[in-house]
Nanobody
Framework: QVQLVESGGGLVQPGGSLRLSCAASGIVFGIFPVAWYRQPPGKQREFVARISGGSNTNYEDSVKGRFTISRDNGKNAVYLQMNSLKPEDTGVYYC?????WGKGTLVTVSS
C-alpha cells in the first residue's frame, strides 16, 4: 500500500521561504515521476511542479524561478523549496505519485 506523507507547511510572511517534504513508502519510488499540487482556499486543486524519475523538472508558470522541486531516491523523498512566497501561494500542498495522493500540508503566507 502506497503511503505519502507531506510535512513542512506553516505560517510565513510574504517574501519568506519554506521547504516541503514528501516521504513515500510502499512503492518503487525511483522509477516514478512525483508532482506537487496545491489547493488554494475556495479553489480547485492545481499543479505546481513535477520531477521525473530522471530528475527532469517542470513548473507552473507562477512559481518558476521561486520554487525548486528535487528528489532523494535513497530516502524515498521529494522536496519543494519555496522562496519569495506570496499570499497567493497560500493553500494545502499535496504530493502525488501515479494515482496516489498524500493528505497535504497547509502553507499560509500572510503578514
Amino acid at each position: 500500500q502506497v503511503q505519502l506523507v507531506e510535512s513542512g507547511g506553516g505560517l510565513v510572511q510574504p517574501g519568506g521561504s519554506l521547504r516541503l517534504s514528501c516521504a513515500a513508502s510502499g512503492i518503487v519510488f525511483g522509477i516514478f515521476p512525483v508532482a506537487w499540487y496545491r489547493q488554494p482556499p475556495g479553489k480547485q486543486r492545481e499543479f505546481v511542479a513535477r520531477i521525473s524519475g530522471g530528475s527532469n523538472t517542470n513548473y507552473e508558470d507562477s512559481v518558476k524561478g521561486r520554487f525548486t522541486i528535487s528528489r532523494d531516491n535513497g530516502k524515498n523523498a521529494v522536496y519543494l523549496q519555496m522562496n519569495s512566497l506570496k499570499p497567493e501561494d497560500t493553500g494545502v500542498y499535496y504530493c502525488k505519485i501515479d494515482s496516489d495522493w498524500g493528505k497535504g500540508t497547509l502553507v499560509t503566507v500572510s503578514s
